[in-house]
């Protein structure tokens, strides 16, 4: 059984950076794929970044790119967001997850339905 623990989220001021942690633990963990998401109060769960586990192959949604960047160690079996220039809009709950299956021939996946482990979110709040 795997269990992906998120940290690192906190208060923080417009333009500020953060750098959310994501540990996975279990017998074995190998996925194929991982990625953030964040839910914002009222709003659906949205995709923000992939890493492919192997090759290391990044996407971002357009609303972080050249702003977050999202990194694995795969020694660690831990995966990173960095946060820059955060603003207000980027408040949320942020959670990692991981795809378990190899899936070949399938690449980006932006859709929550493609992961089936998650963790249990880490608050972001960004001040004005």
């Known amino acids: 059984q795997v269990q992906l623990v998120e940290s690192g989220g906190r208060l923080v001021q417009a333009g500020g950076s953060l750098r959310l942690s994501c540990a996975a633990s279990?017998?074995?963990?190998?996925?194929?794929?991982m990625a953030w998401f964040r839910q914002a109060p009222g709003k659906e769960r949205e995709f923000v970044a992939q890493?492919?586990?192997?090759?290391?192959?990044?996407y971002y949604a357009d609303s972080v790119k050249g702003r977050f960047t999202i990194s694995r160690d795969n020694a660690k079996n831990t995966l990173y967001l960095q946060m820059n220039s955060l603003q207000p809009e980027d408040t949320a709950v942020y959670y990692c997850?991981?795809?378990?299956?190899?899936?070949?021939?399938?690449?980006?996946?932006?859709?929550?339905?493609?992961?089936?482990?998650w963790g249990q979110g880490t608050e972001v709040t960004v001040s004005s």
């Open positions: 997850a991981a795809d378990s299956l190899q899936r070949p021939g399938i690449v980006l996946r932006v859709r929550a339905y493609w992961y089936d482990q």
């Open positions: 890493i492919m586990w192997t090759d290391g192959a990044t």
């Open positions: 279990g017998r074995t963990f190998s996925p194929s794929t």
